[in-house]
């Protein structure tokens, strides 16, 4: 078998095996797969039904644009569907007064055809209808080019068009789908676990340098980055659910809304953590130049020595812990002993900041590098108090 048929045999089973997996966890219970199908399957029955309503009611040459509008307004929430159907509404409402202005003064010409699009294109940059400006032109030239801009047939378009909007918007109204919040809980809780992990890596990145051994491996930039983008996703997928919650008729009102702040707060909290990280991983894997004969070392050209290094390392493992507990999305389930363990994370903190005043650094350029990370730290364990207390609020 040549590489391309191997490429595309490949291709089509990590398809199938994406399919299959999302089939499986539609039928297995609620969640996003579940709204996906389901999402089709209201696609599917509002087309049918806004093409066999269209198609008694209104002439022929007007019935395609009533399950195009049914499809359109299907969006993923209740919420989405209705903004992008008064959008389209808007659109569709303004080209058919443009091609009906033209159609009735100047007739049907092709420099009026060229007049009209360019005006509707203008129409469409102004910032009115967001995605749905497109569709200025597009209806301008259906009203125009196909109708003349004749009233008889704009009022069948607009008809037609209304027929779809209703179609989409009752069969999502019919099965409008719940909000999640248990995914966002799920995804975020992977995300706070991913930041833990990182912690205690960078905590043995600095016992690996105590003991004196290469801490240049690890490519920190990278899993920094890597824990910024699944940060991203988790915001968008979440920021998705928090729209599916406005003007959902299934709504949980206050258990929703809170457990998503809840879930917000915690993702912003990891994003600043990997900022500080990636600064504490730097300092921590900084290896000096060796300067030339004739010159001197730099003072910031200084590494991290190895006696401060593992006592920092203990208090990156107590700053871990600290993280650990407080299980944000749900909130912490033993708030004392989450306190505790930030209080003594914090007296760690103190003990280290002493010992590192009190044993004056050697080399000149060590006194910048110890407050950087020591900076940073202080500021990933301010980052947890403030959210716990966050959460504790919304909780209560």
Not at 16 to 28: K, M, N, Y
Not at 243 to 252: D, F, H, K
Not at 263 to 275: D, N
């Amino acid at each position: 078998m040549s590489e391309s048929k191997t490429r595309a045999v490949d291709w089509c089973r990590r398809r199938w095996h994406t399919t299959r997996t999302s089939l499986e966890d539609a039928v297995r219970g609620p969640g996003e797969a579940r709204d996906g199908v389901l999402l089709l399957v209201k696609g599917a029955a509002a087309a049918t039904v806004a093409w066999c309503l269209s198609s008694r009611l209104l002439p022929t040459n007007v019935t395609a644009f009533a399950p195009f509008t049914a499809l359109l307004a299907l969006q993923a929430t209740v919420y989405r569907s209705l903004w992008d159907s008064a959008q389209y509404l808007g659109a569709m409402a303004i080209g058919t007064a443009v091609a009906a202005g033209f159609g009735s003064t100047v007739g049907v010409h092709a420099w009026t055809l060229c007049v009209l699009v360019f005006v509707a294109l203008a129409v469409a940059r102004l910032p009115l209808l967001g995605g749905q400006s497109v569709q200025v032109p597009v209806v301008a030239l259906f009203a125009f080019a196909g109708g003349g801009g004749r009233v008889d047939y704009i009022g069948p378009l607009v008809a037609s068009a209304a027929i779809g909007v209703c179609c989409g918007l009752a069969a999502h109204f019919a099965f409008a789908p719940s909000p999640h919040t248990a995914t966002a809980r799920r995804r975020v809780e992977e995300l706070t676990a991913r930041a833990q992990a990182l912690l205690r890596d960078l905590a043995r990145t600095a016992e690996r340098k105590t003991a004196g051994e290469d801490v240049g491996e690890e490519d920190w930039p990278r899993r920094c980055e890597e824990l910024a983008a699944q940060a991203a996703d988790a915001r968008s997928l979440l920021e998705r659910e928090q729209e599916n919650t406005r003007l959902n008729p299934r709504r949980p009102w206050n258990s929703a809304q809170a457990s998503l702040q809840r879930c917000h707060e915690t993702i912003g909290m990891i994003e600043r953590i990997g900022t500080h990280v990636r600064s504490i991983a730097r300092a921590l894997t900084y290896e000096p130049r060796t300067p030339e004969p004739s010159g001197s070392r730099r003072s910031f050209e200084a590494s991290v020595s190895a006696d401060f290094a593992a006592s920092y390392a203990e208090l990156l493992h107590a700053t871990a812990e600290g993280l650990e507990h407080l299980a944000p999305p749900q909130g912490p389930n033993d708030p004392d002993r989450l306190r505790r363990r930030v209080e003594a994370a914090e007296r760690r903190y103190e003990e280290v900041v002493a010992t590192t005043r009190s044993d004056r650094p050697e080399q000149e350029g060590e006194w910048p590098v110890h407050g950087t990370v020591l900076v940073e730290a202080a500021r990933i364990l301010e980052e947890i108090r403030h959210t716990s207390d966050l959460v504790a609020d919304t909780r209560g």
